[in-house]
């Protein structure tokens, strides 16, 4: 559930800038692939064909539009039978989808449409759809739940049959990656014929993916059939459908039993019962989901470097990755992803990393000592909120709360719903110690740090905005390539490590679980969200 | 009092009660920190412009009895407004779940019933025999068990290893949803047969004990008189309000059981509305499943009174 959550997180705003601002071009700038081993490698080989398949995600789907329901797993499923305006590749670059881009500007993306598109009724795909497909999420009327992420659109105009062209408020070097994750080509007069019915059962909606939608509701799941006119070729599956499993053990006594061919999201800590299937094949991909102690450097105690200090040497980062995570997740050097970092730097990256400055180390004596120098020698009470959905965070805290003690502080943890530990984030009434979860969608090791620090920074937890911090963070906002953001990401990252605003706590893996009768192939990337999957997937032959 | 009056009183105080719960579950909203508006638009971007529409469309303006009077004219006639994480109407939402629950509840229950009370009369009938002992011993057992360990054990020996039945979902018609609902029935209803079985043991005991049991005997009356115009009759009527409360539990959504076996029904769509403060359906959800409680111990109410001549005397002396 934990990715579940985030990505939740993701598409209800609360992280959503985090997560697209500030990053480079959609990763043109990277030299290699995220990384991804397979748990047990099958030798099976793809290309076969498919009469169903089914896959499970672990929460339902309550629209097949992605302004009313953008969680990953509607998303994932969404995708299925709605191309996006772009896509990304395994390695996260944008690439041509129904539409391919040029930025002539930095404030003008122009997108022109393939000749071949057609919607599932036979009407061919027009400007005016996708300028529908993006405009709806546009201005401050959208009650869309993506409207956040295209605050930096200021018209989406067609500029002749076969051209839109995207004008921007400021440079967005995201947008590209905005529109290939999040901007769902719709049909415009389906859409504006179903009215407010849009995207439910009735009426979910008129795509050019490679599936069409048969039948869909929120309790009974999506089935689709294959659309054998797509524009992309011919999908290998005839029929998939898409149910939702929501406890994760039932779905792996379901894979068990041959129920379902899929799992998305894998939690973590139960893969080592899922490695067991014989059935199926599991695959670790590093990405960008990390996890952040945060702690609100513009209240007491945390105002005092020596308070927020004294807790960033109680934690145990490395011991806790292994039991927390089974071994899925590395102890993290700074906000930045290591995908990223190899992604945005190539065979440089170890070097950059290494030029951070460390995060404080595991010692309950140093604790002492900073908190002996800070403001509060005596101590202090706060609580932490833990989301019951993700399953590290509540150990991590206790784990916490208990060295805690051992100098005089005490944290009260308080399990509390996803939704209560997302609006917590930016209550100003709320502990100041906070646990942050994010997932950052693209390439670029600028991404993050622009967003989490400094005064422009819309996901600022920590209220981190020294002068100093705030210039780095605008520095590493206007970089575009790796040599211009070297400099001031390894300056901010060591400000951030040696100040602590923010103890970077977790590295994730994301773990996907595919049935031994199907190939994923080219192997599962992090950026799956950002693909019409389905298209990826063949029987094993 | 005749049944009907009996009936027309009870039914009063189920509306007078439901417009009570109703006015609480509408205050919710009211009651809920924040802004209502910035509530309903859910994790939408709250502008000034869709706080503005969003007050505009739910009359939000208006003061707390008109308001409250709007909305229940909406939902005497079905609408309780649109869900706010779907893009379907908060009763459509709900209709899609409710037979799920209501199949499931109903399963369990015919099972909980065939298994329970005879297995608790004959407990009661052969006190301190192996009967009574494994009774006891399974009733203890089943007691001790979380539902989740019970629908996990099911779906292992009877999905995974067995291939009989399906290990989740809810099945499309009526035979296949019977069949995908076999194991989450049989895990709701090893959860309830144990407070059955004891309740039927206790008042079958209860019952033969009594003076006018002994009397009978002594009358010569035949034992299958006895059993039935006696024992049974008067053992009943406790075994009757255990009933109606366990299909009332069940009705109001068997959460665990629905999240092992991913049943879309009331209790899980209950549950991650309230994580995701979906409150119109949390209202709806709330207003109905006091509805059916309510309407449950209805039918308790009428069964007790059809069966216990003392109401119906106390009734009439009224």
Known sequence: MARLAKWSTLGIGLVAAALLAGCSGGGSDASSSSASDAASSSAATGGGDIETMTWAVPSPVMSMDSAVDP???????????????????????????????????????????????????????????????????????????????????????????????????????????????????????????????????????????????????????????????????????????????????????????????????????????????????????????????????????????????????????????QPLFNGRAVAATSLVPEVQMTTTFGSEAGAVTAAFAPIPEFSIEKAKEALAKSATPDGFALDLAVDTTQPWMSPLAQNLAEAAKQIGITITVKPVSAADWGAGLFDPAASPLQLVSLAAPTTWAGELPPVMVGEAAPFNIAKYATPEANELAGAIAVATTSAELKEPLIALMSDVNTNVPYVSLFNEQVAVAIGNTLVWDGGYSYFAPGQVWPMNISGAQ | MTLAAYALRRVVAIVATIALLSLLVFGLLALTPGDPA??????????????????????????????????????????????????????????????????????????????????????????????????????????????????????????????????????????????????????????????????????????????????????????????????????????????????????????????????????????????????PVVQALALLTAILVLLTNLVIDLLYYALDPRLRRAGAAA
């Open chain 1, 71 to 321: 969680n990953l797993p509607s998303i994932r499923t969404q995708s299925t039978a709605f191309d996006r305006v772009l896509a990304q590749d395994n390695e996260g670059n944008i690439v041509p989808s129904v539409t391919s881009f040029e930025t002539p500007d930095p404030q003008t993306i122009v997108l022109t449409l393939r000749d071949d598109v057609k919607f599932w009724d036979g009407t061919p795909l027009t400007a005016e759809d996708v300028a529908y497909s993006i405009n709806r999420h546009v201005g401050p009327d959208s009650t869309s739940l993506q409207a956040q992420f295209f605050g930096t659109v200021e018209s989406v105009e067609v500029t002749d049959p076969k051209t839109v062209t995207v004008k921007l408020l400021a440079p967005d070097p995201a947008m590209p990656t905005k529109l290939a994750v999040f901007a769902f080509v719709r049909q415009q007069a389906y859409d504006e014929a179903a009215g407010e019915a849009a995207g439910g059962p009735e009426k979910p909606g008129m795509g050019t993916g490679p599936y069409s939608i048969v039948s869909y509701s929120s309790a009974d799941g999506v089935v689709f059939a294959r659309n054998d006119a797509y524009w992309g070729g011919v999908p290998k599956a005839k029929e998939i459908k898409v149910v939702t499993i929501e406890d994760p053990e039932t779905a792996r006594l379901a894979m068990s039993s041959g129920e379902i061919n899929g799992f998305f999201d894998v939690p973590l800590i139960a893969t080592r019962q899922w490695d067991e299937l014989d059935n199926a094949t599991m695959s670790y991909v590093n990405g960008g989901y990390m996890d952040y102690l945060a702690m609100d450097t513009s209240r007491a105690p945390f105002d005092d470097v020596n308070a927020r200090l004294a807790i960033a040497h109680l934690l145990d980062r490395a011991a806790l990755a």
């Open chain 2, 38 to 279: 910035t509530i309903l638009l859910g994790p939408r971007s709250a502008t000034p412009e869709a706080i503005a529409s969003i007050n505009e469309r739910y009359g939000l303006n208006d003061p707390f009895l008109v308001q409250y009077g709007n909305w229940v004219v909406a939902a005497l006639q079905g609408d309780f407004g649109d869900s706010i994480r779907a893009s379907e109407p908060v009763m459509s939402v709900i209709t899609s779940r409710l037979w799920t629950t209501v199949w499931l509840a109903l399963y369990a229950f015919i099972i909980t019933v065939v298994v329970a009370i005879p297995l608790g009369i004959l407990a009661a009938v052969r006190r301190g025999s192996w009967i009574d002992r494994f009774a006891s011993s399974i009733t203890l057992i089943a007691l001790c068990t979380p539902a989740f360990a019970i629908g996990f054990l099911l779906i292992y020996v009877f999905s995974v290893q067995l291939d009989w039945f399906p290990g989740f979902g809810n099945g499309d018609g009526f035979l296949d949803t019977i069949w995908h609902l076999t194991l989450p029935a049989l895990a709701l209803a090893t959860l309830q047969i144990p407070i059955l079985l004891r309740q039927t043991r206790a008042a079958v005991m209860d019952v033969v004990d009594r003076d006018y049991i002994v009397f009978a005997r002594s009358r010569g009356l035949s034992n299958s008189r006895i059993w039935l115009r006696y024992v049974l009759r008067n053992g009943s009527l406790p075994v009757l309000t255990s009933a109606g409360l366990i299909l009332a539990f069940s009705l109001a959504g068997a959460v665990l059981i629905e999240n092992v076996f991913a049943l879309q029904g009331l209790g899980s769509l209950l549950v991650s509305s309230v994580g995701t403060l979906d409150l």
